[in-house]
């Protein structure tokens, strides 16, 4: 992944999720959020920071189950980085297990990581 592109879309998803939640749209913010999280996985910070955002978001609504995966999520960032065992395309939210791959997200263009039609399905890269 171009390193340029990719901190390019992940601040993006960010501004997006600060919009969505900013305006009371949830369920966008956290999209948003997880698309920051498949995008910026593979960088430590950039890994890190999707995380604190997600785990505030989840504080802020008082979801104690999201907190508790968040908290969870945030410990395995140093070792998953450290053994190289990162699960491909995890969107990073308490929905899917934090040890589960997952597809490519239909709404991303896998190669400039710019969003595409929404109702695209998800695929493999």
């Given amino acids: 992944m171009n390193p340029t592109l990719q901190h390019q879309a992940f601040d993006r998803e960010m501004s997006f999720a600060r919009a ?3 305006n009371g749209d949830t369920a966008q913010g956290w ?8 995008i910026g996985q593979s960088r430590f910070l950039l890994h890190l920071r999707v995380h604190m955002a997600m785990l505030g978001v989840a504080v802020r609504h008082n979801d104690l189950k999201e907190t508790g995966a968040q908290l969870l999520r945030l410990a395995l960032v140093p070792l998953g980085h450290m053994l190289g065992r990162l699960p491909a395309f995890n ?3 308490g929905r ?4 589960s791959p997952a597809d490519w997200p239909g709404e991303l263009d896998p190669h400039s990581l710019e969003r595409i039609d929404p109702s695209a399905s998800p695929r493999r890269c």
């Fill in 20 to 22: 969505a939640l900013a």
């Fill in 91 to 93: 969107p990073g939210s």
């Fill in 96 to 99: 899917v297990s934090a040890l």
């Fill in 31 to 38: 999209r948003a959020l997880e698309l920051a999280h498949v």
